[in-house]
């Protein structure tokens, strides 16, 4: 009908395009080429968590060898590398991953 917006043959058209891309996206699924937002979400939340585990632990491992290699205490050590690790901690913690 003239002048009610969309044809039949329109309206078919779009839905031939429709079960297109779902069959794509199906397939690309089958593939593994697409992954569950939820779960790539709490995949890389459990990766930066492990991350910043091991960089708040890391000073007190290394701070006693680089101590020795520089001739200074261990406490003073360990405590200026915890500190500038935090700093860098808060710095990484205000970049915040988009999934779209």
Do not use: C
Request: proline fraction near 3%.
């Amino acid at each position: 009908p003239v002048g009610s917006g969309t044809t039949f043959l329109q309206a078919k058209t779009a839905n031939e395009v429709l079960k297109a891309q779902e069959r794509r996206i199906r397939l690309q699924k089958l593939k593994g080429e697409l992954v569950d937002r939820a779960r790539a979400v709490a995949v890389v939340f459990r990766l930066a968590r492990e991350e910043r585990d091991a960089w708040v632990n890391w000073p007190a491992r290394a701070a006693a060898l680089m101590a020795a290699e520089l001739g200074v205490e261990a406490a003073a050590m360990q405590k200026a590398l915890e500190k500038h690790v935090r700093a860098h901690l808060d710095e990484l913690a205000e970049v915040r991953p988009e999934f779209r």
